[in-house]
């Protein structure tokens, strides 16, 4: 739309107005869709969205995929994939490996939340960081007390 508006030598139209076309836009294909699924169904009695099917990955990672017409059998492209989640050895200890991945971070989010929970408003209010590294003694705020 930039584009446009230069070439012919109008002003751009407000952001608010853009997001309220797109909005609008989004909605005119919704209703769309909502009616060719209806016309579909009522004329071949399957929908207007194109079949899906469950296939697995070589990890073991199920997702859906868009179903496709193949020129010749499944057998003879020697693609790996499987309509039902099978599992070999190695995709079996991926997926037990990404499972206890994903609970140790559920864990620690709870971790967290429960550590963010106990602060007190003390506690907040004079938290200072330590420093990372000590490289005189003369940094240290009690050596520089009891030097002086």
Do not use: C
Not at 78 to 84: A, F, G, I, M, S
């Amino acid at each position: 739309m930039l584009e446009a508006s230069v070439q012919k030598a109008l002003r751009m139209p407000n952001p608010d107005r853009i997001e309220k076309v797109a909005e609008s836009m989004h909605n005119l294909e919704a209703v769309v869709h909502e009616r060719n699924d209806a016309y579909f169904r009522l004329e071949t009695g399957d929908g207007a969205d194109p079949p899906m099917r469950t296939v697995t990955s070589f990890a073991g990672f199920t997702y859906q995929k868009r179903a496709t017409e193949h020129l010749t059998p499944p057998d003879e492209h020697n693609k790996k994939e499987y309509e039902v989640p099978y599992l070999d050895d190695d995709a079996y200890l991926m997926q037990k490996l990404w499972a206890e991945k994903e609970h140790a971070k559920q864990r620690d989010a709870l971790d967290d939340e429960v550590r963010r929970r106990r602060l007190t408003k003390n506690q907040v209010k004079h938290r200072r960081s330590a420093r990372s590294y000590i490289s005189d003694i003369s940094q240290l705020k009690e050596a520089k007390e009891l030097v002086s």
